[in-house]
């Protein structure tokens, strides 16, 4: 089982990217799903998580209402929608699958990780 993220790239502050992540060889439809990142130096942080009807979610404080997260369990893709970004938003980000909280992070699968930068 394979988590694929893309769609990280450069923009200027005040720009948007949207990350996606598309599961490979397995199904995460029944499960919880996450993006986080992690930024040179700094500790990786959860950014956003979905549950697996997407029903519920929740967002980092710096985050919230310029980040929305969402999926399409027919496609097994999770999103993030990433709007007036910042230059502190700059960081790899993660996508991951699977709530185990006897893992470092409490995710059991990870994405490969793609970066986006933010400049002024």
């Known amino acids: 089982v394979q988590l694929q993220a893309s769609g990280g790239g450069s923009v200027q502050a005040g720009g948007s990217l949207r990350l996606s992540c598309a599961a490979c060889?397995?199904?995460?439809?029944?499960?919880?799903m996450g993006w986080f990142r992690q930024a040179p130096g700094k500790e990786r942080e959860l950014v956003a998580d979905?549950?697996?009807?997407?029903?519920?979610?929740s967002y980092a404080d710096s985050v919230k209402a310029r980040f929305t997260i969402f999926r399409d369990n027919a496609k097994n893709t999770v999103s993030l929608q990433m709007n007036t970004l910042r230059r502190e938003d700059t960081a790899v980000y993660y996508c991951?699958?699977?709530?185990?909280?006897?893992?470092?992070?409490?995710?059991?699968?990870w994405g490969q990780g793609t970066q986006v930068t933010v400049s002024s």
């Open positions: 060889g397995g199904t995460f439809s029944h499960s919880t």
């Open positions: 979905i549950s697996w009807d997407g029903s519920t979610t």
């Open positions: 991951a699958g699977v709530k185990d909280p006897g893992r470092r992070y409490g995710y059991r699968y």
